[in-house]
């Protein structure tokens, strides 16, 4: 079932994301991305340069992420700081962003601000986005936090940086080379789309094994 999982995913990715015109939002070394737009984050998987900039699809994004900072009190004193798990919601367009992360200068700045941390997203022309952030709950004591199960609660229950499954589904995290890609978004009824579904769920097909087909076999039949 997992192997039927992936095959519907890289159709679903390669169908949607594609369509979709970006934007580049630059993240700092001290902030660590958990989730965006509802996927769970991975490097290997999204454009992540080594100046860090994400590139995001046009219109409302969401990210999880926490923030850790060191500060130095004294000759050699430090003390490292870290937030709580943020959510946050923004919209950008057709531009280059950056997170701005606060500075702390003694530990009970940083021990203060840390709990009520105060962040920006400016673009490179000094406009500030708006953005609406929450902290994500977690389930008590959690070894491994699963942040995708996480948000995707949040999103269902309408949290303050909520976003729609359906927003979640066509602004994931953008893929591959994405030069010059045109700002159109089809829905699920359009026949291009749909061609293209058609031709990928072949060539998928073609390539799984005798038992992955079995199981793909048995899964649209218990669809029908």
Not at 69 to 76: A, C, P, W
Not at 178 to 187: D, G, Q
Not at 190 to 216: I, R, V
């Amino acid at each position: 079932m997992k192997n039927i999982k992936k095959i519907f995913t890289v159709v679903l990715l390669t169908c949607t994301t594609p369509v979709l015109a970006q934007s580049t939002l630059t993240i700092p070394d001290d902030v660590t991305i958990y989730v965006v737009n509802g996927q769970n984050y991975d490097k290997d998987r999204f454009i992540f340069s080594s100046t860090n900039d994400l590139k995001l699809p046009d219109g409302e994004n969401q990210i999880v992420f926490k923030f850790r900072t060191t500060v130095k009190q004294g000759t050699d004193d430090f003390k490292t700081y870290d937030s709580d798990t943020v959510i946050a919601k923004f919209t950008i367009n057709s531009t280059h962003a950056r997170m701005i992360m606060p500075n702390y200068w003694t530990f009970t700045e940083a021990q203060d601000g840390i709990k009520n941390l105060s962040w920006q997203i400016k673009t490179d022309k000094g406009e500030q986005l708006s953005v609406t952030q929450d902290t994500l709950p977690g389930n008590g004591i959690q070894i491994a936090r699963d942040y995708e199960k996480e948000v995707r609660n949040y999103n269902n229950h309408n949290g303050p940086a909520a976003i729609s499954s359906q927003s979640a589904l066509l602004t994931g995290p953008i893929e591959g080379n994405n030069e010059n890609v045109p700002s159109k978004r089809y829905k699920n009824d359009d026949p291009a789309l749909q061609a293209t579904t058609s031709e990928m769920l072949k060539y998928w097909y073609q390539k799984a094994d005798d038992k992955t087909k079995k199981k793909f076999n048995e899964y649209l039949k218990s669809q029908q």
